[in-house]
């Protein structure tokens, strides 16, 4: 393969990085690759295996990073949809320690029982906090909503284990809420730091 083709070759594999990057680094890449080239003097099947292998590992990444700084990295999260499920989340989380403590005083949990009762109590609490954090629109947001959701998925699945009668409808509301809050919370903008 001649100088030309091998740059143009490698022209096309740039195109895999982001325009900003290429516009700030491509001149300096081809110049490295001029030099590769020459180094290796014939290149080949090794050599453009290095180069496919270098641009497969860096430039998906460096195109994660240009998505994620495309928004403004300041602008805080989406008001309505925060404000929605931060509400979301207190109600839920009422319910469900008004839930634990129903179970709790119906005294029909004794030892273990009562402990997941306990601990269902709490993390409504945790519930309760992390939405009041989403309508304030608290820097630790989503930090808490991450947490409070993991926490009620676990909770679940040991819930399920002491207690297999578990209404259908305690359990959607226990496993499809955080995952919900999860999904929300991982895909929204971090709030502005102050």
């Given at each position: 393969m001649t100088a030309r083709r091998a740059e143009r070759a490698y022209a096309l594999l740039l195109r895999a990085y982001p325009p900003a990057f290429r516009a700030s680094y491509g001149r300096e890449m081809t110049l490295c690759f001029r030099d590769l080239m020459r180094d290796a003097r014939r290149p080949g099947l090794g050599f453009w295996m290095a180069i496919v292998a270098d641009v497969a590992r860096t430039a998906p990444t460096l195109r994660v990073e240009a998505l994620r700084a495309r928004g403004n990295p300041n602008e805080r999260m989406e008001g309505g949809g925060m404000r929605a499920m931060g509400a979301l989340a207190v109600a839920i989380g009422l319910l469900q320690a008004v839930n634990a403590l129903i179970e709790l005083k119906g005294g029909g949990t004794a030892g273990w029982p009562a402990l997941v009762v306990a601990i269902a109590i709490v993390l409504s609490v945790l519930l309760v906090v992390a939405g009041i954090a989403l309508l304030a629109d608290a820097s630790s947001a989503r930090t808490l909503s991450r947490i409070a959701a993991v926490c009620?998925?676990?909770?679940?699945?040991?819930?399920?284990?002491?207690?297999?009668?578990?209404?259908?409808?305690?359990?959607?509301?226990?496993?499809?809420?955080?995952?919900?809050?999860?999904?929300?919370?991982?895909?929204?903008?971090?709030?502005?730091?102050?």
């Open positions: 009620w998925l676990v909770l679940v699945v040991l819930v399920r284990a002491v207690h297999p009668w578990m209404s259908i409808f305690s359990t959607l509301l226990a496993v499809v809420f955080p995952m919900a809050l999860l999904v929300y919370a991982w895909t929204r903008r971090s709030p502005r730091t102050v």
